[in-house]
């Protein structure tokens, strides 16, 4: 019998995984013929999430958990899980039931009926504002126009992937990381599925990414997939170049032909101050990149984990 590997990452989510594991239960009965673990990765909670998830370990033997040392963040979590995911396929999703389990039946259809990679299209998300919904298409617009590797917006992380290709995603070692932007990557023309889902609003708790921690995203996801930003840098110099060539022949246009010239000190503070600004835009660029290469050269493990599994199997109903 095939198996199926459900690996849900959360963080500080106590007031969520009774309820998920409820939902997954009614769904995962619903499947014929095939069998399911589910994987839950602790990333280091500071609430009681860890206890919940230990407490379904002793009634469900399909529940096991991996517990990471600390908060690593949602794209490790999801990593560690799929690490130590043994099933023919692997469906990752969100703890906060973001992601309904009531589309797992269709997406393990999908798989058994031949697809390699099944997605998820978010047709709308109830729980966001339009400032977010405006945010998140300006986000994906320049990521898409910066990046070589194309990442469709609304395709969330709740998807299903056939072990041929998460061996694959195992392959790539790298620190910082994007699955989104991995599986673009690895994105083959056939066998691939798209479903449409709605979003609700999260069951409890509040998002774990703020303002600041998504602009992190956005910037980390262009270095990732791109280097257009640093013949951008370049381009910057070139134009910073033209415009202060231009400006000196006009100073010596307005100097000997119109015999009125500008006054010395604003020409230079303006070229100097226009000058200054493209070095520190192309520096900042420049040092986001050899910032990835000094992470990246000492290829320290992604994480520290533990795999809790329950104890009474013979207990399991
Ligand atoms: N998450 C995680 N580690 C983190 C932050 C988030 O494992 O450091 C999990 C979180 O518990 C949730 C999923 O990643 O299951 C998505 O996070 P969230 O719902 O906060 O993001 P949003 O849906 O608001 O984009
Ligand atoms: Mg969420």
């Known amino acids: 019998m095939k198996t199926v590997s ?10 969520n995984i009774e309820k998920l594991y409820q939902e997954l239960k009614k769904e995962l009965n619903k499947v014929k013929n095939v069998s399911f673990e589910i994987l839950f990765v602790n990333d280091g909670s500071k609430d009681k999430t860890f206890e919940k998830i230990e407490k379904l370990l002793q009634k469900d033997e399909r529940v096991k958990m991996v517990n990471l040392k600390r908060n690593f963040g ?34 393990v259809e999908e798989w058994l009926k031949g ?10 998300n109830v729980a966001t504002s339009w400032f977010y919904k405006l945010c998140a298409k300006t986000f994906y617009f320049i990521l898409n126009l910066l990046s070589e590797t194309k990442i469709p917006a609304s395709m969330p992380d709740f998807r299903l992937i056939d072990r041929k290709y998460v061996d694959f995603l195992k392959g790539f070692n790298e620190q910082d990381r994007l699955f989104r932007g991995l599986l673009s990557w690895i994105m083959p023309n056939d066998k691939v599925m798209v479903i449409d889902f709605i979003a609700p609003e999260r069951f409890s708790g ?10 992190q995203l956005a910037i980390d996801s262009i270095t990732q997939f791109s ?11 070139f134009a910073g170049a033209a415009c202060s060539i231009l400006l000196g022949v006009w100073v010596i ?16 503070v303006s070229v100097v101050g226009f000058v200054g600004a493209v070095q520190l835009i192309t520096l900042g660029i420049i040092g986001e990149y050899i ?20 104890k009474d199997k013979d207990d399991v109903k």
């Open 6 to 15: 459900i690996v849900v990452s959360a963080y500080n989510e106590e007031g």
């Open 206 to 215: 509040h998002t774990k990414y703020n303002f600041i921690k998504s602009l």
């Open 291 to 310: 910032g990835k290469i000094h992470i990246e050269v000492k290829k320290r493990p992604l994480y520290l984990a533990d795999l809790i599994e329950g």
């Open 253 to 268: 246009f307005e100097h000997f032909v119109q015999h009125n010239p500008t006054p010395g000190y604003a020409t230079i």
């Open 115 to 124: 697809s390699e990679i099944v997605l998820t299209k978010r047709v709308d």
């Open 74 to 107: 949602h794209e490790i979590a999801m990593t560690a899980g799929m690490d130590y995911a043994k099933g023919d396929a692997v469906i990752f999703m969100d703890a906060d039931l973001q992601h309904p389990p009531v589309y797992i039946p269709q997406m």
């Open 227 to 237: 280097v257009r930003p640093l013949h951008l840098a370049t381009w910057f110099g």
